[in-house]
Structure formats: C-alpha cells, structure tokens
C-alpha cells in the first residue's frame, strides 16, 4: 500500500523533479520503486530522443549564407557606430551655438552699408474721367495657346518576386554578444554533433539512495490581538 501511494509522484521524479521528503525516504529502501522510476525514466529518454531527431534536420542551403550577412551586418554597424554618435554630437552642438549667438544682443552681424532706396517719380497722367472710349488705345486680347498634350510613356512595371520572396523568408534575429555562437549552431545544424536539448527528462538517475531534502523549519509567530481605537480605555474597563 506503501509504493501505491507514491504511483502519481513517480513520473515527476522520473522527469526529473525532487521527490518529496517522505517519497525520498521511501525510496532509500524500496529497490521496487527505485526500478520503476528508472523505467518511467528510460520512456522519457526515449521520447526526448525521438523529438530530437526529429528537431535536429538538415537547413536550407541558404540559412548559413543569410546568417553570416546577419552578423556581418551587425559587425560594421557596431564598429561605425561611435563615428556617428560623435559626429551626430558634433552637428548637435554647432547647431546651438549658431542659435545661441543669433538670440544674443548685438549678435546680428551687418553684411554691408545700406543702400538708400528712393522711389521713382511717379507723374500724373491723364485724367481717366476725361478721356473718351475712342481716345484710349486699343488693348490686344490675348490669344488663347494650345499646347499639344505630350503623350506619356508607358512602362510596364513588373511584380517584385524578389521582395515577395524575402518577405516570406524569416528573418535571423542575432541577440547581443551571441555571434560566434550563432555561426557554432548553424554549421553544426543537420550534422547531429549536437544533441538536442532534453524536453521531458531532466536531472540524474536514481539508482542510489535518494536523500530526503532537509524540512523547512517556521518559527511560531504570535499574533497580538488588536485593540478596537474607538473604545476607550475607561470603557474598556467598565
């Protein structure tokens, strides 16, 4: 009745969780349920293998071409990026000091003497009361110009295949300071010298005895009962 007790909490360990303090113990003496544990284990190893080979498959022959552009790119973007910022400061700084010496007193500065500008002499015409329809000269009207429209050209535009075709392609996002491990994954993809990661199972076998974790020790906390503010003290009393 013991071992059946402890049926639920045997898969957990075997994936790898710490058994209880009171499984631990149990198991230090019962070699049965140090063996079933053990075989839950091994059916987990197996099917974490199963998804790993199924995970680690052969790339496209274009994800290596595409990651090394990747790296490159962040590479000559890092190295050019102190050269902006200090020629971006730069710009930045002479642009308020040409603000600063323009809002200054007296920081306009003359470009030249002024040249006195005098307005033509205006005489007076002929009163326009006074002239008669057939004194006035005759005004030529002006000739309505057509213009003929020039023909546009047509051009034919072709489908941009190559930016649909990059769109639908993911993209090879490179966290910070992970290149070199980056380029280390890509070459070995495909290859199985890496192993993939375990899914299910995690921790070490049981095969000895498993020690109970130490019991967490909680002091007693007393608890002071509170006292009601709106009743005084000589209440209380009475």
């Known amino acids: 009745m013991s071992c059946e007790r402890f049926e639920e909490e045997t898969i957990d360990v075997a994936a790898g969780r710490p058994p209880s303090a009171a499984f631990g113990a149990h198991l230090a003496g019962c070699t049965a349920c140090r063996a079933r544990v053990n075989e839950q284990r091994h059916v987990l190893e197996d099917v974490d293998r199963v998804m790993g080979a199924g995970l680690n498959v052969a790339p496209s022959p ?5 990651v090394e552009a990747r790296l490159r ?6 190295r050019w990026r102190p050269v902006w910022v200090a020629a971006m400061a730069a710009v930045l700084g002479a642009v308020l000091l040409a603000g600063w010496m323009a809002r200054r007193p007296g ?3 003359p470009t030249g ?8 002499e205006t005489r007076p015409g002929p009163d326009q009361s006074r002239v008669t329809p057939s004194d ?10 057509t213009r003929p429209r020039a023909a546009t050209p047509r051009v034919a535009v072709s489908a941009p295949r190559r ?3 990059i769109a639908t392609e993911p993209l090879v996002l490179v966290p910070p300071g992970q290149g070199e491990a980056l380029r280390r994954f890509v070459a070995n993809l495909g290859r199985g010298t890496r192993p993939a ?5 995690a921790g070490a076998s049981v095969d000895g005895a498993v020690e109970p974790p130490p ?17 005084s003290p000589e209440r209380s009393q009475r």
Not at 113 to 120: C, D, E, L
Not at 136 to 145: G, I, L, N, Q, S
Not at 197 to 201: A, E
Request: proline share 16%.
């Open 113 to 120: 003497p002024r040249q006195a500008t005098t307005s033509p």
């Open 107 to 109: 920081g306009e500065v």
């Open 215 to 231: 019991l967490l020790e909680i002091p007693a906390v007393t608890v002071e009962p509170l006292s009601d503010p709106t009743v």
């Open 163 to 165: 930016a649909a075709a």
């Open 136 to 145: 006035r000269p005759a005004t030529p009207r002006a000739r309505a110009v």
């Open 62 to 66: 274009d994800l290596a071409a595409r």
């Open 73 to 78: 790119e962040r590479d000559d973007r890092s």
């Open 197 to 201: 990661p375990p899914l299910l199972v």
